[in-house]
């Protein structure tokens, strides 16, 4: 569609070349202006933690897709005690800051590198995951086959009872309604979309 192909001239336009993710300086620079941003984005990261269906003493095997400096690890592992997150990104800058930002978690983190647009991303995960999690990373792929794999790999890493929470720009890459369809055909049982702002919606999706 034009729609998207605007989307991906403007992301291209927008957005550093892959490589940079491994630039320590571009990456450092990253995390501090994001950072930064903490009284918009905690409300939704605690939202998209708050979707997990767990009561807070139960030992959780999470996943964070996309994890990136390892905020949302953080919100998961504060409120889950006994919980064990495995952080996935593509980027070793950002586990540097991860690990620092996670320091009083290191028995319960796990760090995985693999790119999620390479068909297998999900290889050397592990899982079964009880709770898998993304916040505003999937939408970067612009491709919507690519999504529909990427929801279907991560259906796949979740047991049976468990629930996927992806906070993500869903407008801007398919639409809301194609990301409801994607995560439907991969598999989940139910999903939901909730709308956070104009810009943001968390699809929470259960195994």
């Not at 336009?13 to 202006?33: G, I």
């Not at 807070?56 to 592992?77: C, K, N, P």
């Not at 950002?94 to 999620?116: C, I, N, P, Q, W």
């Not at 639409?175 to 810009?199: K, P, Y």
Request: glycine residues 8%; charged residues 25%; aromatic residues 10%.
């Amino acid at each position: 569609m034009t729609t998207d192909r605007h989307q991906k001239a403007a992301w291209a336009q927008t957005h550093d070349v892959p490589e940079q993710w491994e630039e320590q300086q571009f990456v450092d620079n990253w995390v501090t202006r994001d950072d930064g941003r903490q009284d918009t984005r905690g409300p939704m990261i605690q939202a998209t933690v708050d979707a997990a269906p767990f009561p807070t003493d139960q030992a959780v095997r999470a996943l964070d897709v996309g994890s990136g400096y390892g905020l949302l690890s953080g919100y998961l592992l504060a409120k889950y005690p006994n919980a064990h997150v495995t952080l996935q990104d593509i980027s070793e800058p950002m586990f540097g800051h991860a690990k620092e930002r996670l320091a009083a978690y290191a028995d319960r983190t796990a760090y995985v590198k693999s790119d999620f647009s390479q068909r297998d991303w999900a290889s050397g995960l592990g899982g079964p995951f009880d709770f898998v999690m993304s916040a505003i990373a999937i939408h970067n792929m612009y491709d919507d086959g690519l999504i529909a794999s990427i929801y279907k790999d991560i259906h796949d890493l979740i047991a049976d009872g468990g629930m996927f929470a992806n906070l993500d720009y869903a407008a801007q890459a398919g639409g809301v309604d194609m990301h409801v369809q994607w995560l439907r055909e991969a598999g989940f049982s139910t999903v939901e979309a909730e709308e956070i702002n104009d810009r943001t919606v968390l699809l929470k999706a259960s195994r």
